[in-house]
């Protein structure tokens, strides 16, 4: 990265102008006196590329005497031993989260944590898609090797798993969505492994503020169903009458 530090508010010539007499300085650029370090205009301090200057750090100091003013000094002591944000505000622990995809109801689903340290405190909660807690505070117990577990017992539906560390701050947290299956379904359900069970998830589909911003309701052109024949798609012994209906 590149910084520029000058001086401002000393009485610096900016702009040069040809007379019959010769050369005559002025101290204004264009009409505006921009003032600088006595030698070095405060718009030639920084380079053009960057386009304004306030990309510069500027003091109340002549040229000569940049190098000794103390604020300047500290402020450029402070670029060159910039803290890495990085390092400082991000979590100084990283978790890798064990969970199965679906599990079917009714069943133990075994929950699994892993982290360079092996004695960190770990919680874990469970909440809906919405947002709405399950279940909160669940111990994930280490076993001295840098695993941690637990085992949850959810209803059918969908899930949201957290683990974050406890007394870390900022916490580490890792999570995942879990599906919970083999529940009531319906039986035209062609997906079903056997009639009637299947897996469950809830997708919030409200139109939210108007619906005015969402795809019309969507519909087949009339033309296009007038050529359709449903002899051509489905068994004629399904469309034959049945008590006088088709």
Known sequence: ERYAFGGRRQPTDQSVSS?????RYHRQQRGT????????PLFSSVAPEDGTTAAGVFHAARHSGLQRNDLLLDQVIDKVNGVDLGATLAPPYELALDLPDVTPAGFDVP???????RDLRLHA???????????AHIPVRPDGRGSYSATLQL?????????ETVAVAPPARVGDVLIVSNVG??????????????AKMGIDATAKPRLDSFTPKHSVPKDVLERL????????TWLAPKDGKR
């Open 19 to 23: 007379t019959q007499a010769g050369l």
């Open 33 to 40: 006196d921009h003032t600088g370090d006595g030698t070095v």
């Open 111 to 117: 929950l699994t944590v892993s982290a360079d340290l």
């Open 125 to 135: 909660s469970v909440k809906d898609p919405d947002g709405a807690p399950l279940d």
């Open 155 to 163: 209803p059918p539906g969908t899930w949201d798993i957290e683990v």
């Open 185 to 198: 379904g319906s039986d035209l359900d062609p997906s079903d492994l056997k009639d009637g069970v299947t």
């Open 229 to 236: 024949d449903l002899k051509d798609f489905v068994p004629s």
